[in-house]
Nanobody
């Protein structure tokens, strides 16, 4: 299994920036598609972004496209989410997740999950 630990959440003003990190265990990190999801109170888990095994291909939800950037460093077993121009509607718990293969925006296609990190955006 893959163990994932998120960090970097916190409080930020609207229009500000925040970078989330997700550290993974094991030597097979580069074999997994990595994704970021978020969940606001009273709402279902929502896809945010995903990145291919090599990091060459990325995909974003329309709600964050142009503002968020996903990246990965396979040598460090870490995936990142750079969040710029944050809006109050971005407020949620953010989770990183790993899939053994294929590209998907559906959370059930991801096998491994971190515990999440809270992002709060003040207006």
């Amino acid at each position: 299994q893959v163990q994932l630990v998120e960090s970097g959440g916190g409080l930020v003003q609207a229009g500000g920036s925040l970078r989330l990190s997700c550290a993974a265990s094991g030597r097979t990190f580069s074999r997994y598609v990595m994704g970021w999801f978020r969940q606001a109170p009273g709402k279902e888990r929502e896809f945010v972004a995903r990145i291919s095994l090599s990091g060459k291909i990325t995909y974003y939800a329309d709600s964050v496209k142009g503002r968020f950037t996903i990246s990965r460093d396979n040598a460090k077993n870490t995936v990142y989410l750079q969040m710029n121009s944050l809006k109050p509607e971005d407020m949620a718990v953010y989770y990183c997740a790993a899939s053994p293969g294929g590209g998907s925006s559906y959370y059930q296609d991801y096998n491994y999950w971190g515990q999440g990190t809270q992002v709060t955006v003040s207006s």
